[in-house]
């Protein structure tokens, strides 16, 4: 009898439990509610970390930085860039502390150099991205602005149409050079700005084009029209030498990394496998491999580097 006297008050508890326990979660609920009417969400408190990024973008080296991340297509603040590479030292010093058995001091600086290499090797490699990118919105833009001329429009609103239809990031460029216009910017020096900031080949004869034919007063459709066609042909041309380098290309990745692993899986089952390197003539080998592991990787870059 007791044990099921006691089972039954135990369950009673539960239940009650249970009952205040939601009661406190509604309550809690509303009172979150009202606070939140009370009080501007928008002047929460941010994050010490957040606000102290925020500052650093606004600085003058982090702009400089921001800029050569748009031009590496990189869709990062300076404070996250940082951020990405802080973190990435850190990981490398601790592959190297734990893997290599170097010295924390010797693998902290190390994972500095590896990573300031990676940052300057990023802006150099993709440097021309953002061009790219563009580039390759080029047609796009030519049947925009040719049709909006075709349609009656000026090329003014043409350029206003493109602002509007066209994706990132020729969006941006156009929404900058139509608010330039409204402003009552000269043509002319619009698209020189627009070729200072976007010198490839493409845009000088596209941008060229514009001003010639907004001093002569032709058919634009029927050039913008011929341009857009041509512009495709090329792009068609130079995805296929893309597809049929891309094994090269990878090779050029894959071939260094290849007995990079290996050392380190060796030096994982034996202990010390890679100690030579650091003393006498495995410094001199392990040099030579690096030189000549770079050279292979740029040589192979540069035979399948073809421009259309």
């Given at each position: 009898?007791?044990?099921?006297?006691?089972?039954?008050?135990?369950?009673?508890?539960?239940?009650?439990?249970?009952?205040?326990?939601?009661?406190?979660?509604?309550?809690?609920k509303e009172w979150k509610k009202k606070i939140?009417?009370?009080?501007?969400?928008?002047?929460?408190?941010?994050?010490?970390?957040?606000?102290?990024?925020?500052?650093?973008?606004?600085?003058?080296?982090?702009?400089?930085?921001?800029?050569?991340?748009?031009?590496?297509?990189?869709?990062?603040?300076?404070?996250?860039?940082?951020?990405?590479?802080?973190?990435?030292?850190?990981?490398?010093?601790?592959?190297?502390?734990?893997?290599?058995?170097?010295?924390?001091?010797?693998?902290?600086?190390?994972?500095?150099?590896?990573?300031?290499?990676?940052r300057r090797s990023l802006f150099y490699f993709?440097?021309?991205?953002?061009?790219?990118?563009?580039?390759?919105?080029?047609?796009?833009?030519?049947?925009?602005?040719a049709n909006g001329t075709r349609s009656g429009?000026?090329?003014?609103?043409?350029?206003?149409?493109?602002?509007?239809?066209?994706?990132?990031?020729?969006?941006?460029?156009?929404?900058?050079?139509?608010?330039?216009?409204?402003?009552?910017?000269?043509?002319?020096?619009?698209?020189?700005?627009?070729?200072?900031?976007?010198?490839?080949?493409?845009?000088?004869?596209?941008?060229?084009?514009?001003?010639?034919?907004?001093?002569?007063?032709?058919?634009?459709?029927?050039?913008?029209?011929?341009?857009?066609?041509?512009?495709?042909?090329?792009?068609?041309?130079?995805?296929?030498?893309?597809?049929?380098?891309?094994?090269?290309?990878?090779?050029?990745?894959?071939?260094?990394?290849?007995?990079?692993?290996?050392?380190?899986?060796?030096?994982?089952?034996?202990?010390?496998?890679?100690?030579?390197?650091?003393?006498?003539?495995?410094?001199?080998?392990?040099?030579?491999?690096?030189?000549?592991?770079?050279?292979?990787?740029?040589?192979?870059?540069?035979?399948?580097?073809?421009?259309?």
């Open positions: 009898m007791t044990p099921a006297i006691l089972f039954s008050l135990a369950v009673l508890l539960v239940l009650l439990g249970l009952y205040s326990f939601l009661g406190y979660r509604a309550s809690k939140g009417d009370w009080f501007d969400k928008d002047q929460e408190r941010e994050s010490f970390i957040v606000v102290l990024g925020e500052k650093f973008d606004r600085t003058v080296h982090a702009q400089k930085v921001k800029d050569q991340l748009i031009r590496a297509n990189v869709p990062l603040n300076a404070s996250e860039f940082y951020a990405f590479l802080l973190v990435g030292g850190l990981g490398f010093a601790f592959l190297a502390s734990n893997f290599l058995n170097i010295g924390l001091f010797i693998s902290v600086l190390l994972g500095a150099v590896v990573m300031e290499i990676s993709r440097r021309h991205k953002y061009q790219e990118r563009l580039n390759a919105q080029l047609p796009d833009i030519c049947r925009i602005l429009m000026t090329l003014n609103q043409a350029i206003s149409l493109a602002a509007r239809e066209l994706p990132e990031p020729a969006k941006s460029e156009f929404r900058r050079m139509n608010n330039e216009l409204a402003l009552g910017v000269d043509f002319n020096q619009v698209m020189e700005q627009l070729q200072a900031r976007v010198p490839s080949r493409d845009f000088q004869i596209f941008v060229a084009t514009l001003i010639i034919q907004k001093k002569a007063g032709s058919d634009l459709f029927a050039v913008l029209d011929e341009m857009a066609s041509t512009l495709d042909e090329r792009k068609m041309l130079a995805q296929e030498i893309k597809s049929m380098t891309a094994e090269q290309k990878y090779i050029a990745y894959i071939l260094p990394a290849m007995p990079i692993a290996l050392v380190l899986m060796m030096n994982i089952v034996m202990d010390g496998f890679i100690d030579p390197l650091f003393s006498g003539v495995g410094l001199i080998l392990l040099a030579l491999f690096v030189a000549g592991t770079v050279l292979t990787f740029f040589l192979v870059r540069k035979v399948t580097d073809i421009r259309v």
